[in-house]
């Protein structure tokens, strides 16, 4: 076994080291960041391989051959990946700069520290334990680190996808965007993700009759978008049980006691999940499950008019859209526009929607995902592995339409806090690093050999 408390250690270092490079995106500029780790996977030995997507923009590969005579092919490789670049940070309000990657009181500090330097640093970490004393793998690794994820992905994964994929090509890969533990009263469990919903943001735009603010009319694009706006939060997308989410909310259930398994299971249930949200008592939770059992319209944007005086003859509001695995922006819009039709604001109120469609779920049952349970049982066997899904995105959307089954698998124990992400003072803990060195170490190992 590897000493993998001196590994976390090392690991640390180099997140510290990284969070250094500012790949605050937009602009991004990771290109120093991504020679400086070409540099350091070559000193372990592997074959290295750098593309310049844009300037100062760039991808980096890595591959690491098989150690076993009965090698598999370099298509049904492991992908480990990861991204680089970071949202920008506020430095007055950190305790310590965002770009100083302290390591203090136990942790490593910085932007990236959660989001997502730390996965990469273990990556590399775990390659170099591979490398020194890891056991004869059949299976081949591969190795990407790409730039621009938070502002799309579209000069990292997305182009290597649309540029690279036979080099990129792989059984399954692990990524970031799940691998948290979650607490449910005395449970605790462990999630993986296989699938996460897709970004389909609309505009809604009103028209009215402009004219003079002393005189009020009845034909205000203001309020007709008022209107459109609290037609739609009314009317709410029906529920959809997706197959990641049932088989999440059911493994919950399972290791639940009365009224919580009936409770969780009703959130499954359509003629009881408006009741069963109602009595959740954990706000939080409740949010996140509902987003996860619906197609999401969620207002976030307002333009409209001039001056105090002035009636506009024209508002709009931009509304983030999310949709679930599966689902196109062409069936959304449908029932956008049915709403508004049933509130008599069609000819009102337009919608203007760009195409968008939600890549379906990695498999349940990969062997990957059979891997990452075998290793967590060894390292927590209380804590079960479950299925989640992510309301946002990762570069995992980019891989799973492409054939690759991905998922989003970085261990880390309770107490991590996730809410700093993209906020004020982000960091991760070194004893989280080492709890998920290892069960990533023994998930590789598992699946590869
Ligand atoms: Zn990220």
């Not at 621009?148 to 996808?161: K, T």
């Not at 009215?208 to 706006?229: E, K, M």
């Amino acid at each position: 076994m590897p000493d993998f408390a001196a590994a976390a250690k090392d690991a640390a270092q180099l997140l510290s080291r990284l969070i250094q490079f500012d790949t605050t995106n937009p602009p991004g500029q990771e290109l120093a960041c991504l020679q400086f780790l070409q540099n350091t996977l070559r000193d372990l030995g592997l074959e290295t391989r750098l593309y310049e997507s844009a300037e100062g923009r760039g991808n980096l590969l890595a591959f690491r051959p098989a150690t076993r005579p009965d090698a598999l092919p370099s298509d049904k490789a492991l992908l480990l990946m990861g991204h680089v670049d970071v949202v920008p940070a506020e430095p007055q309000y950190w305790t310590y700069p965002p770009f100083s990657g302290t390591i203090a009181d136990g942790y490593v500090w910085g932007r990236g520290a959660l989001d997502m330097k730390h996965l990469v640093a273990i990556w590399v970490v775990l390659l170099k334990l591979l490398q020194r004393e890891g056991p004869p793998l059949r299976r081949p690794i591969k190795v990407m680190f790409n730039a621009d994820e938070e502002a799309g992905g579209h000069l990292g994964a997305g182009w290597m996808v649309e540029h690279h994929l036979e080099e990129i090509r792989a059984a399954a890969a692990l990524n970031e965007g799940g691998g948290e533990e979650i607490r449910l009263g005395s449970r605790s469990y462990f999630t993986y993700q296989p699938a996460e919903k897709a970004s389909a943001a609309f505009e809604l735009v009103a028209r009215g009759t402009p004219g003079h603010g002393s005189v009020p009319h009845d034909d205000n694009a203001l309020l007709w978008l008022a209107r459109a706006l609290e037609a739609l939060a009314t009317a709410q997308p029906p529920l959809v049980v997706t197959e990641p989410v049932r088989a999440m909310v059911e493994s919950m259930a399972r290791h639940q006691e009365e009224p919580m398994k009936s409770l969780l299971l009703d959130f499954l249930k359509p003629e009881k999940a408006h009741d069963a949200f109602r009595r959740f008592q954990l706000p939080q939770q409740r949010w996140t499950l509902w987003a996860l059992l619906h197609n999401t319209v969620t207002p976030t944007m307002l333009t409209a008019g001039s001056r105090p005086n002035v009636i506009p003859s024209e508002a709009r509001a931009v509304c983030d859209c999310r949709l679930l695995p599966g689902e196109t922006s062409a069936s959304m819009e449908h029932w956008i526009r049915e709403v508004l039709r049933a509130h008599g604001l069609h000819e009102k109120v337009t919608v203007k929607m760009p195409p968008a469609a939600s890549s379906p779920s990695s498999p349940l049952d990969h062997p990957l995902v059979e891997s990452m349970a075998r290793a967590l049982r060894r390292h927590r066997p209380e804590s079960p592995l479950i299925p989640t899904m992510l309301t946002g995105g990762t570069d995992g959307s980019w891989l799973r339409p492409a054939g690759i089954p991905t998922y989003g698998f970085v261990p880390l124990p309770e107490g991590e806090e996730y809410e700093r992400v993209h906020g004020i003072d982000e960091r991760v803990s070194i004893g989280g690093l080492e709890f998920a060195l290892k069960v990533l170490y023994d998930t590789v190992v598992d699946f590869c050999r």
